[in-house]
């Protein structure tokens, strides 16, 4: 079971998540919806490690058992599309980068470099990335932005398909509605609306 056990995290005057707990479901896709600036990414990346809380906890994952897509793609520029998936598979699993590429509807653009990409098929990219990495947690901060409609719905399926629990920032209402789980806030601070 994971969870969030009463945590506090500040940014100068600016309180984010004051006392905050929260157990999020084992399995499934679970989306995390609020209004923008409400503390929806920073729990992410305390999930991921990449913020320490002033206090509190997380149990039940640690860092190096999850995988997180940023916000922005962060594609390495001078990597092809199959080198960004490779670069992060070990060398075993190499294999499997043409599974991810058919999930990203991105196979026959191996050797295509980032910036010939749409903005579309760049955050695809980004996505199985993501996924390729592995984990046992997969933290998705706005996994379908400038992605169409029915490749959104062809990759929740898959997200669903995965096996691995995934909690993923959203604020389109057609993914809200495909969710497995669905937790809403308000803030900050963070909280949980009910």
Same mark, same amino acid.
């Given at each position: 079971m994971i969870r969030l056990e009463h945590i506090t995290l500040s940014f100068g005057e600016k309180h984010v998540l004051?006392? /905050?707990? @929260?157990?999020?479901?084992?399995?499934?896709?679970? !989306?995390?919806?609020?209004?923008?600036?409400?503390?929806?990414?920073?729990?992410? +990346? #305390? %999930?991921?490690? @990449?913020? =320490?809380?002033?206090?509190?906890? !997380?149990t039940g994952i640690s860092p190096e058992q999850?995988? #997180? @897509? /940023?916000?922005?793609?962060?594609? %390495?520029?001078?990597?092809? !599309?199959?080198?960004? %998936?490779?670069?992060v598979m070990d060398k075993s699993h190499h294999q499997e980068a043409a599974r991810w590429l058919e999930l990203a509807e991105l196979t026959g653009e191996e050797s295509i470099l980032p910036h010939q990409l749409s903005g579309g098929m760049g955050r695809r990219l980004a996505l199985v990335r993501a996924?390729? =990495?592995?984990?046992? @947690?997969?933290? %998705?901060?706005?996994?379908?932005?400038? #992605?169409? =409609?029915? +490749? +959104?719905?062809? =990759?929740m399926a898959a997200l669903k398909r995965l096996g691995k629990p995934v909690v993923l920032v959203s604020h389109e209402p057609e993914i809200l509605d495909l969710a497995d789980h669905v937790i809403s806030f308000s803030g900050p601070p963070l909280t949980t609306v009910k």
């Open positions: 004051e006392d /905050f707990s @929260l157990t999020l479901p084992e399995t499934g896709v679970t !989306v995390l919806s609020g209004p923008s600036g409400c503390g929806k990414t920073t729990l992410l +990346r #305390i %999930l991921a490690g @990449l913020e =320490l809380p002033e206090r509190g906890r !997380v999850t995988a #997180i @897509l /940023f916000q922005e793609d962060r594609l %390495l520029p001078g990597r092809t !599309v199959l080198q960004q %998936l490779t670069d996924l390729a =990495l592995g984990g046992e @947690l997969y933290l %998705l901060d706005e996994p379908f932005t400038g #992605i169409d =409609l029915p +490749r +959104r719905h062809r =990759l």
